[in-house]
């Protein structure tokens, strides 16, 4: 592990932005039969989005745990989705190509010596009359099988349909029907997925833990989306969500969940110990916009904290060039440290990892508080800057 000592002048400002988040592991929710329990302790994302033809895609694979024989999976997106299997190793695999690479000594040469490296209503709730049966409103548009899990793909017009059809076709709910509602009422799309758990790992007590294969969903949208609030039905207290957004510039997310609170005035830190030659123009004229912010940026970090709020933080980002596609295929050497079968299957990334697209990786543990609405992904920006920093190689201030 890499550890850092920081000058007692830092001290201050590197516990604020570099401190790391509890480990944990969030677009998907699971139904179970009443007094049985399936949680979702963190999911991982890859998601892909064409501004021009408005294309969105997100691979998801959704880790789960609990004491339910067979659960329902529901995920909502703002069209018809296709599906495709993806790869079992898709995401370990991105970890390994997302691995940063080792610090360049000499260009922050001036610190190696400072440093050490080592909301719908239930129309039953209240005691209020049950009116008589209306034909359902829930259609399924298609059906079909995904690697090993069957799925459907269906729309509804009203919330209390969706949930009789869930039961009806042995899709057990345990969840509240409002959260179904707020999708029903923006016309979203619902793909729904049967979990069998003895296919599952199961733990000393009886209950299972697992990840779904990992399947990519593509469906037109207006906007890069992530359905983050129907994950509030299977999460207890908070849910940790690892996203890889492809995209033709480094996106983030907007106000108080953005990573730019953590990363910014690490990074201007970062800058201050390089050697000024070494630096290039874009990261000096970067320097003129993250300077003036860090303190400012550092103190939202500790109020964020102090609300029981644990800010996101940005872990590796880059414009895919000519030189990463040669790592995935094997012709260029890989440069950090990873076992040799893990380096070899990097090649499954080919077609997935595109030249010219901008990757940015980044975590974020929410709270059930923050997770009342979806997430929308914008350009990364500080002010009126855009941000086009890539972040590979490991800073003086990088988290240990």
Request: with cysteine; glycine share 6%; aromatic share 10%.
């Amino acid at each position: 592990m890499r550890r850092t000592m920081l000058g007692a002048g830092l001290v201050g400002l590197a516990a604020a932005v570099a401190a790391v988040p509890p480990p944990a592991d969030a677009a998907c929710c699971y139904f179970s039969a009443k007094d049985k329990d399936v949680l979702q302790p963190g999911q991982k994302a890859f998601l892909t989005w064409d501004p021009v033809e408005k294309v969105e895609t997100f691979t998801v694979q959704p880790r789960f745990e609990g004491n339910a024989q067979d659960f329902g999976m529901v995920i909502p997106t703002p069209g018809k989705p296709k599906l495709d299997e993806m790869p079992r190793d898709f995401f370990k695999t991105l970890a390994v190509f997302t691995i940063l690479e080792p610090m360049d000594l000499d260009k922050y040469k001036n610190f190696r010596n400072q440093f050490a490296l080592g909301a719908a209503v239930d129309p039953r709730a209240g005691g209020a009359p049950v009116p008589k049966k209306a034909p359902s409103t829930v259609k399924v548009l298609e059906a079909g099988v995904v690697g090993s899990l069957d799925y459907k793909v269906i729309t509804a017009e009203r919330a209390d349909d969706l949930y009789t059809w869930l039961k009806d076709n042995g899709y057990k709910y345990a969840g509240d029907e409002a959260t179904l509602g707020f999708y029903v009422g923006k016309k979203w799309f619902f793909t729904v997925m049967k979990i069998d758990t003895q296919q599952m790992k199961r733990n000393q007590d009886g209950s299972y833990l697992g990840e779904v294969t990992p399947t990519r969903f593509t469906f037109p949208s207006e906007k890069l989306v992530y359905p983050l609030r129907i994950t509030q039905i299977s999460v207890k207290d908070k849910t940790e969500a690892l996203f890889y957004v492809q995209a033709p510039h480094k996106l983030d997310l907007v106000g108080d969940l953005s990573y730019q609170w953590t990363f910014a005035p690490m990074w201007s830190q970062a800058a201050g110990f390089a050697v000024p030659e070494k630096l290039t123009e874009a990261e000096k004229a970067w320097r003129k916009v993250t300077d003036p912010k860090a303190q400012e940026f550092a103190r939202k970090v500790q109020q964020l904290r102090q609300k029981g709020v644990e800010p996101a933080t940005l872990e590796w980002a880059r414009k895919i060039t000519d030189h990463d596609l040669g790592v995935l295929d094997g012709t260029t050497k890989y440069n950090r440290e990873a076992p040799k079968e893990d380096v070899d299957k990097l090649k499954i990334l080919k077609g997935h990892v595109k030249k010219g697209q901008f990757v940015t990786k980044f975590r974020k543990v929410f709270t059930k508080a923050e997770m009342g609405d979806d997430l929308e992904f914008v350009r990364a920006r500080i002010g009126d800057a855009d941000d086009d920093m890539e972040y590979v190689s490991i800073l003086p201030t990088s988290p240990p």
